[in-house]
């Protein structure tokens, strides 16, 4: 049955999640126990269930008070999206855009998804006549969208900063001849910045993610240099400048990863928060199970401990005023994103593709060099294939059975594609651990919300 009403505590306080209307309710403990997930019961049951713990008139008050939210539309609310999404047959634009502007990599961290930078290949940078291409081809395939979202991606994309300044430059000139937003962003190891660098990126990128695991004890034995020495030393101070020289107005992520050498690793973000950084994300490593630093469903029970550490400590620099913001942990409790994205996800093969140094299109950057999912070349004639994008597109909440049941289908939007099909061999059957994991970050994150709105 579809989950219609989720419970949770969290450091002593319940809620109730109305599934499918999101509202959220800190409740006390009676209306807690009160509520089923399926259906309220009747009040004679309720009395009969709960007669040893609370009196007939505390149940009847607190049933009045459950009845109220019912006719407000605000528990157990009817999912008014089904169809919208079954029968959904609008034209599909990309809206953003994966760029391996360099099959290359400076670092050879150990749990690099692409291989080291090679994704299964030669190395190799994009020529600029690719870059240039492929903005000409998502500004045709952004069709009526005005705002289109690039993300400059490697390996280590300042390998080819020459490469990456004509591709931006060229881009500002072609938005603004065919009236079109083009907002860059760029994921990037920080171990190539210089003060012209630094400088370029400020003014053209409106989000830079910088890499750094958090601890140098934990950063230097996984993003380790070609020579195998640690990389923390060359880096923290770079990225430090960075953020020192950013524009308040733009984006910044102190990205890490933690993987089964670090499952403490709410002491890799205050490590980072420690630093001075106020924009951090740690992140799991998704690696196949047979991996050494791959997360095993043993290590749940920590990890879920971990983000409990962490959403106390968050709640306390709230109270300090000196807190920070963690990327799982950002949520909104008042409607967003738009319901089309909380059914759809991320768009990965109908919204969002990559584009590979060749010109090759893929859904997103993990399928790169699966040519089973090669969606086709940015320099052919011929259109790019047409199935793909549209199985994709179809791979919504309502058409994976497990995500249907799930109470967090509108909080995680059915999980990354590309795990799913890694780690199952199908795009509409979720990995399991990362859902686990993200359904304990949607409850700290509501409660954290909860707990710090004015």
């Known amino acids: 049955m579809m989950s219609l ?17 999101g509202s959220v309710h800190l409740v006390d403990e009676l209306v807690y126990d009160l509520i089923d997930e399926d259906s309220l019961k009747s009040l004679e049951e309720l009395k009969s269930r709960l007669q040893n713990k609370y009196s007939s008139a505390e149940i009847e008050e607190g049933y009045s008070d459950i009845k109220e939210l019912i006719n407000e539309g605000m528990l157990y609310s009817m999912d008014l ?3 919208i999404a079954i029968n959904d047959n609008s034209p599909s634009y990309i809206k953003a855009l994966c760029l391996n502007i360099v099959h290359d990599c400076n670092l050879r961290c150990k749990y690099c998804f692409a ?13 600029p006549e690719i870059g240039k291409r492929a903005i000409d081809w998502v500004i045709k395939k952004s069709g009526p969208r005005k705002n289109i979202e690039v993300d400059l991606f490697g390996g280590e994309p300042l390998m080819v900063f020459d490469t990456l300044k004509e591709i931006v430059d060229y881009a500002r000139e072609q938005e603004v001849l065919f009236n079109k937003n083009i907002r860059f962003t760029m994921t990037t190891n920080a171990t190539l910045f210089n003060d012209e660098i630094m400088e370029y990126v400020d003014k053209n990128l409106g989000n830079i993610v910088l890499s750094i695991d958090g601890r140098k004890s934990v950063n230097d034995k996984v993003r380790v240099k070609v020579d195998g020495s640690g990389s923390y030393d060359k880096v923290l101070p770079k990225i430090k400048s960075m953020v020192k020289l950013r524009d308040p107005e733009k984006q910044y992520y102190v990205r890490g990863t933690f993987t089964r050498n670090n499952i403490d690793f709410f002491e890799d973000v205050i490590a980072l928060a420690d630093e001075g950084f106020k924009e951090i994300s740690v992140e799991p490593v ?3 199970d047979e991996h050494e630093l791959s997360i095993r469903k043993e290590d749940l029970p920590t990890i879920f401990t971990q983000y409990d550490k962490l959403y106390k400590e968050m709640l306390k620099r709230h109270k300090e005023d000196n807190e920070f913001k963690f990327y799982h942990f950002n949520i909104d409790l008042n409607g967003g994103p738009c319901i089309y994205k909380r059914i759809s ?8 593709v990559a584009i590979t140094p060749d010109g090759d299109i893929y859904p997103c950057h993990q399928f790169v060099g699966n040519t089973d999912f090669l969606l086709g070349n940015i320099m052919d004639k011929e259109d790019i294939n047409t199935e793909i994008p549209n199985t994709f597109k179809n791979a919504h909440i309502y058409n994976k059975p497990k995500c249907r049941e799930c109470w967090a289908r509108f909080y995680c939007s059915g999980g990354c594609q590309a795990n799913n099909f890694n780690f199952n061999g199908d795009i509409h059957i979720p990995y399991e651990i990362g859902c686990e994991m993200q359904k304990k970050r949607i409850e700290c994150a509501i409660a954290l919300k909860a707990q710090t709105m004015e």
């Open 115 to 127: 291989d080291e930078g090679e994704y299964k290949g030669c190395r190799k940078p994009m020529p």
């Open 5 to 21: 009403i989720h419970k949770f505590t969290q450091d002593e306080k319940y809620y109730i999640i109305d599934v499918n209307s």
């Open 345 to 352: 996800g991320c768009g990965a093969g109908h919204e969002y």
């Open 286 to 288: 998704v690696l196949p």
């Open 81 to 83: 999206y089904e169809n």
